[in-house]
């Protein structure tokens, strides 16, 4: 089975470089693009199910690519809290305990008003065994986060969270092989097909 995982097109909040986990916006103009620019090249592929997040810039990305959907509130971006809308600096400057705390403990760190890296690995990992392993081919429209979390667990490590960099409106394919799990491609646009098709 192949789990495709498309990561949103890039929001006004992200293009500014802030932290935008559970602010509810919309696509960029630019994350427009980029989305129709991947429906080119995702558009006649079959799918046995799509999900999404509730989040709005990720349900825009699913309806730019043509698809039904269900939603999975399980694959909502983290809440940053107090940070939302920050920049690394902005919150450096403005929380200096808190951003040494953070730095400190990643993933078990809690964010002020929100949650910590740790719930938002626990749902997605939730998430993921709960997908019916008999389908041959399921899609993801879900965000950077959720994403960097189910690829760690490829290798059964949280450890892998800050490993990957993933870009906006691209597939990230994990595949089944019975029990075992593996990566065939991170940031794929123009060759989805063919890694899916092997």
Request: charged content about 30%; proline content about 1%; aromatic content about 12%.
């Amino acid at each position: 089975m192949d789990i495709v995982l498309i990561r949103h097109g890039r929001t006004d909040v992200n293009e500014k470089g802030c932290f935008g986990g559970s602010t509810d916006t919309g696509l960029s103009i630019r994350g427009i693009k980029e989305v129709e620019n991947l429906k080119l090249h995702i558009k006649d592929i079959d799918f046995d199910c799509i999900y999404a997040s509730p989040m709005i810039r990720a349900l825009q990305t699913v309806k730019i690519l043509g698809f039904d959907y269900i939603i999975d509130d399980r694959l909502r971006e983290i809440d940053f809290g107090i940070f939302e809308g920050l920049s690394y600096k902005d919150i450096e400057k403005k929380y200096p305990k808190e951003y040494e705390k953070w730095n400190t403990d990643y993933l078990n760190y809690r964010f002020i008003n929100g949650e910590s890296l740790m719930d938002v690995f626990e749902r997605a990992c939730d998430f993921l065994r709960s997908v019916d392993k008999n389908n041959k081919r399921i899609l993801i429209v879900t965000h950077g986060g959720v994403i960097r979390c189910i690829l760690s667990e490829v290798f059964k490590s949280r450890d892998y969270f800050y490993k990957f960099k993933i870009d906006y409106a691209a597939a990230n394919i994990i595949s089944y092989d019975d029990d075992f799990m593996f990566i065939k491609g991170i940031n794929c646009i123009s060759n989805i097909k063919n890694l899916i098709n092997n």
